[in-house]
T-cell receptor, first 113, second 120 residues
């Protein structure tokens, strides 16, 4: 069983739609959860971090965490073609100090005009 | 935000040669450095963790004698791939953690821009 698993994708959505990305993790000691966006040939860039159960919103992005279900998701509202990228879910057993990250395999998102 | 640089951004070398990759944190003190690698179409995998002035801790399956990490200062860490082979071709990314020059911890993860290594 993979430690961090993401929905397989690739995911294709029309411009303006909501893209939903999902991630499950196996380590119940995990405390910090992150979503990264990675464009081809580039290093990841942080989109959202979430540490407690519930929703966290930042602009068009909403992260949702459910520790009981060991599940974290990312919603992208009003998707734009520039959102097309690989999205990586990452988990750490550290607190708000991120520490070592375990990444999921990534979900490729394509937003078509 | 913090600025992290890596050099070189890409390198092509012959099998058997050694390659050194530098990672610099330009505006904060990296007390800890994480080194990741990413094979094509795969996710990032942590290779090793180093604390400034100490020996690195390697993840299972990563050969410490092949991937030499030096973290002698708070602004510079190096990864040397010794006797590189084609299977070492990958995207190597550093991720520093530490304190800003004005104090406070870097609770935001920063990644270097990465180094693309191709071994022929």
């Amino acid at each position: 069983q993979k430690e961090v698993e993401q929905n397989s994708g690739p995911l294709s959505v029309p411009e303006g739609a909501i893209a939903s990305l999902n991630c499950t993790y196996s380590d119940r000691g995990s405390q910090s959860f992150f979503w990264y966006r990675q464009y081809s040939g580039k290093s990841p860039e942080l989109i959202m971090s979430i540490y407690s159960n519930g929703d966290k919103e930042d602009g068009r992005f909403t992260a949702q965490l459910n520790k009981a279900s060991q599940y974290v998701s990312l919603l992208i509202r009003d998707s734009q073609p520039s959102d097309s990228a690989t999205y990586l879910c990452a988990v750490s057993t550290g607190g708000t100090s991120y520490g070592k990250l375990t990444f999921g395999q990534g979900t490729i998102l394509t937003v078509h005009p | 935000g913090a600025v992290v640089s890596q050099h070189p951004s890409w390198v092509i070398c012959k099998s058997g040669t050694s390659v050194k990759i530098e990672c610099r944190s330009l505006d904060f003190q990296a007390t800890t450095m994480f080194w990741y690698r990413q094979f094509p179409k795969q996710s990032l995998m942590l290779m090793a963790t180093s604390n400034e002035g100490s020996k690195a801790t390697y993840e299972q399956g990563v050969e410490k004698d092949k991937f030499l990490i030096n973290h002698a200062s708070l602004t510079l860490s190096t990864l040397t791939v010794t006797s590189a082979h084609p299977e070492d071709s990958s995207f190597y990314i550093c991720s520093p953690q530490g304190t800003g020059r004005r104090g406070g911890s870097t609770d935001t993860q920063y990644f270097g821009p990465g180094t693309r290594l191709t071994v022929l």
